[in-house]
């Protein structure tokens, strides 16, 4: 089945400093989410983009698809950013298109 | 007013027990979701269903049943519950199947440990 890999899997940032996560993903794809879950454990929805580049605020995503891989900007971080980062696909082919696999993560922690 | 509510949000209970996880969404969506979040923050899916096609992922042991009274609810039963179920269970809507599809809501999950 579709890899999907997810790097750095830890980061440690200072209030301010502006990161970029990875993810690579193995085969097609036509559905692509980054999610961020809350060191409460609540899991939001960041962007759906299988394509192309959306922007939200200090977050902006951008994924190539013809390349497999995704790319996730957090710029002027933030405490409340802390938390980890996932990535979730679903293959082109078979399956279906709303089963999401979801990579590993990175993991977050921004201090003040 | 929750849009994806999963109830409870902890659950502890003894080896062979039986117990459901309720979910309930409110968004209008088709499609919903149960994923498994272990002890390594790991998330995999477990169901997805809608009006039409229950989709069961073949890793997931016969004790594990998802039941759909309607296009809003998906519970989850669990009979026979054994100490490696213990994980943050999560229930997801989203808006199509099969189309596009706009990204999921999840809820707050659901601890539950097995003793």
């Known amino acids: 089945g579709i890899q999907v890999e997810q790097s750095p899997p830890d980061l440690i940032l200072q209030e301010g400093a502006n990161s970029t996560l990875r993810c690579n993903f193995s085969?097609?794809?036509?559905?692509l989410q980054w999610f961020h879950q809350n060191p409460w454990g609540q899991l939001i929805n960041l962007f759906y983009?299988?394509?192309g580049t959306k922007q939200n605020g200090r977050l902006s995503a951008t994924t190539v698809a013809t390349e497999r891989y995704s790319l996730l900007y957090i710029s002027s971080s933030q405490t409340t950013d802390s938390g980890v980062y996932f990535c979730?696909?679903?293959?082109?082919?078979?399956?279906?298109?709303?089963?999401?696999?979801f990579g590993k993560g990175t993991k977050l922690s921004v201090k003040p | 007013d929750t849009a994806v509510s999963q109830t409870p949000k902890y659950l502890v209970t003894q080896m062979g027990n039986d117990k459901s996880i309720k979910c309930e969404q409110n968004?209008?969506?088709?499609?919903m979701y149960w994923y498994k979040q272990d002890s390594k923050k790991f998330l995999k899916i477990m169901f997805s269903?809608?009006?039409?096609?229950?989709?069961i992922n073949e890793t997931v042991p016969n004790r594990f049943s998802p039941k759909s009274p309607d296009k809003a609810h998906l519970n989850l039963h669990i009979n026979s519950l054994e100490l490696g179920d213990s994980a943050v269970y999560f229930c997801?809507?989203?808006?199509?199947?099969?189309?596009?599809?706009?990204?999921?809501?999840f809820g707050s999950g659901t601890r539950l440990t097995v003793v």
């Open positions: 997801a809507s989203s808006q199509g199947q099969g189309r596009v599809d706009y990204g999921y809501t």
């Open positions: 085969d097609s794809v036509n559905n």
């Open positions: 983009i299988p394509s």
């Open positions: 979730a696909v679903a293959p082109f082919y078979g399956g279906s298109q709303g089963n999401l696999i």
């Open positions: 968004l209008g969506h088709d499609t």
């Open positions: 269903y809608n009006n039409k096609e229950l989709i």
